[in-house]
């Protein structure tokens, strides 16, 4: 009998990958009640890890790097900016690779502007992003963001952005935020991010929470 699921070993020696989704973080400092780490089998204690640079180096030859086209940190439980090491993978990847692009997903309320404005320096080029999720405005974006700080993710992405970072707004609409949406864009426009992008959560079929309706109206782009 033959088996299709493949040796990810196998993948890392292959020249042709041009992409890489990196998940440097299972830790986050959120509670979205839509995210997986929020229901089991996830255990935030057991399960709280973060992708070290030597861990990197281990695991992908400068050969696989050297033939990449873009590095992408996205986590499905975690915040890349949980990780201690991730400007720091970044910047690996760029010394082997100078032509590569960036990106990265965040809800933005983590570390200090000092950090931020590291990352910006580094995602600087006309290829990189940084996509901030920050679903509403200061009265509305905790609501599903849970425990993230509207201020601290409007100072850290404003460092981001002065440091020479691009930086995009997802914005997940929902019942209670859609009245802002155009607010919300144009606060984004006022604060230098390149793109700014409405979005309905594919996860209602999925999960019965009270407070959290798809929105009613209009979805703006």
Not at 141 to 160: G, M
Not at 175 to 203: C, I, P, W, Y
Request: charged share 25%; with cysteine; net charge positive.
């Amino acid at each position: 009998m033959h088996s299709n699921i493949i040796d990810p070993s196998v993948l890392l020696h292959r020249n042709d990958i041009k992409k890489v989704q990196m998940e440097t973080s299972s830790v986050c400092n959120a509670a979205c009640p839509m995210c997986a780490r929020e229901l089991p089998p996830f255990d935030k204690k057991k399960d709280a890890v973060s992708l070290s640079l030597e861990k990197v180096k281990e695991i992908l030859s400068i050969e696989f790097i050297s033939n990449l086209e873009y590095l992408d940190m996205c986590g499905n439980t975690g915040d890349p900016a949980a990780a201690p090491d991730t400007i720091k993978i970044f910047k690996y990847f760029r010394d082997i690779n100078n032509t590569m692009s960036f990106g990265m997903h965040t809800n933005g309320s983590l570390r200090n502007k000092q950090w931020w404005e590291d990352l910006g320096s580094v995602l600087s080029r006309p290829g990189d992003s940084c996509t901030f999720s920050v679903d509403g405005l200061e009265d509305t974006n905790h609501i599903y963001r849970v425990n993230t700080v509207f201020k601290k993710i409007i100072e850290n992405s404003s460092a981001f952005i002065a440091a020479g970072g691009r930086a995009n707004w997802d914005f997940l609409v929902f019942e209670h935020n859609e009245h802002q949406v155009e607010d919300a864009r144009k606060l984004a426009k006022e604060l230098g991010f390149v793109r700014f992008r409405t979005k309905v959560s594919n996860r209602f079929f999925r999960f019965d929470i009270k407070h959290l309706k798809p929105p009613k109206g209009k979805i703006y782009q």
